[in-house]
């Protein structure tokens, strides 16, 4: 071996003995500043509770103080709020009351559609409402009434504008069948 070898493998066995010279030193200071853990007492965290007899004569004592003049717990109504049904089972056989009923989907059917050449490649759907025919892309009004927002080769997705309900028209089929993706406002 050179002797540059000979003093670079000193240095370096000098250096991994301070490191481990280092080591134990840290480590006997550990445990020298770590606390030992002594049994603690049971009795050491407990608190002293007294207990507090009620005032039992609050019982016997008048309303007259603690009058309130309203119910909390019924909003915004009237003060003699009488209900106009008393029991479930008047409100089932009440003939007046019914459940809201659904919205009436529009007599559409969904011809087809029209996919133009390169290269714009716009599709186009085809719908009949009432015998009449109408030709729109996405984002077009079709009569004044119906946005349309999706055109695929099997549906048509349409946005009727009177109430902002958002369905789907299956191809060929009658509006009978058409779903209803979004009830609207």
Same mark, same amino acid.
């Given at each position: 071996?050179?002797? &540059?070898?000979?003093?670079?493998?000193?240095?370096?066995?000098?250096? @991994?003995?301070?490191?481990?010279? &280092?080591?134990?030193?840290?480590?006997?200071? =550990?445990?020298?500043?770590?606390?030992?853990?002594? !049994?603690?007492?049971?009795?050491?965290?407990?608190?002293?509770?007294?207990?507090? +007899?009620?005032? =039992?004569?609050?019982?016997?004592? @008048?309303?007259?103080?603690?009058? +309130?003049?309203?119910?909390?717990?019924?909003?915004?109504?009237?003060?003699? *709020?009488?209900? @106009?049904?008393?029991?479930? =089972?008047?409100?089932?056989?009440? !003939?007046?009351?019914a459940? !809201?009923?659904?919205?009436?989907?529009?007599?559409?059917?969904?011809?087809?559609? /029209?996919?133009?050449?390169? !290269?714009?490649?716009?599709?186009?759907?085809?719908?009949?409402?009432?015998?009449?025919? *109408?030709?729109?892309?996405?984002?077009?009004?079709?009569?004044?009434? /119906?946005?349309?927002?999706?055109?695929?080769?099997?549906?048509?997705?349409?946005?009727?504008?009177?109430?902002?309900?958002?369905?789907?028209?299956?191809?060929?089929?009658?509006?009978g069948?058409?779903?209803?993706v979004?009830?609207?406002?």
């Amino acid at each position: 071996m050179r002797d &540059s070898e000979k003093t670079k493998l000193q240095i370096l066995i000098l250096l @991994a003995g301070l490191l481990c010279v &280092s080591f134990f030193w840290n480590r006997s200071e =550990l445990r020298q500043t770590v606390p030992a853990v002594s !049994p603690k007492k049971p009795d050491a965290f407990v608190s002293v509770q007294t207990d507090e +007899v009620p005032q =039992l004569s609050l019982l016997n004592k @008048a309303p007259s103080s603690l009058q +309130v003049k309203r119910n909390i717990f019924r909003f915004h109504e009237a003060q003699n *709020y009488v209900p @106009a049904i008393e029991s479930p =089972l008047e409100f089932a056989n009440n !003939p007046k009351i019914a459940p !809201p009923a659904a919205p009436e989907i529009p007599d559409l059917r969904y011809l087809g559609f /029209y996919q133009e050449k390169k !290269p714009s490649k716009v599709k186009l759907a085809a719908i009949s409402n009432g015998g009449k025919i *109408y030709v729109g892309g996405v984002g077009d009004v079709l009569a004044d009434k /119906y946005e349309v927002l999706r055109v695929n080769d099997d549906f048509v997705v349409l946005k009727i504008l009177a109430d902002n309900r958002v369905i789907r028209f299956s191809l060929g089929n009658v509006s009978g069948t058409a779903v209803v993706v979004n009830p609207g406002n």
